[in-house]
């Protein structure tokens, strides 16, 4: 198993960028293929970025493309860079590790075997 912490949110203008951190313990992240969700008031939770468990495949919603990253370090660590926030990306963030074969990236939510709590984000126009 592997659990997840999420940290890095915070009130930020339009415009801005504001990088969320995953940090992992237990199983290293490289066993698995990791996500980024997020989810707004009165929303249901969707995706936002994927990476495949060898890191060399990442997928992203459209809404997000050109913007955010998806990335890891040696650490244990995820993380998700966000450029040129909107307002409309306000949202509670989660990270999510699931199974898969170690080139596939996860889209769905029920791809995910493990969540983390949130990170708000708040962006102000």
């Known amino acids: 198993q592997v659990q997840l912490v999420e940290s890095g949110g915070g009130l930020v203008q339009a415009g801005d960028s504001l990088r969320l951190t995953c940090a992992a313990s237990g199983r290293t992240v490289t066993n698995y293929a990791m996500g980024w969700f997020r989810q707004a008031p009165g929303n249901e939770r969707e995706f936002v970025a994927g990476?495949?468990?060898?890191?060399?495949?990442k997928i992203y919603a459209d809404p997000v493309k050109g913007r955010f990253t998806i990335s890891r370090d040696t650490k244990n660590t995820v993380f998700l860079q966000m450029n040129n926030l909107k307002p409309e990306d306000a949202a509670v963030y989660y990270c999510?590790?699931?199974?898969?074969?170690?080139?596939?990236?996860?889209?769905?939510?029920?791809?995910?075997?493990?969540w983390g709590q949130g990170t708000q984000v708040t962006v102000s126009s």
């Open positions: 990476m495949s468990a060898n890191g060399l495949y």
């Open positions: 999510a590790a699931g199974s898969a074969p170690p080139f596939r990236a996860l889209k769905l939510r029920n791809e995910y075997d493990f």
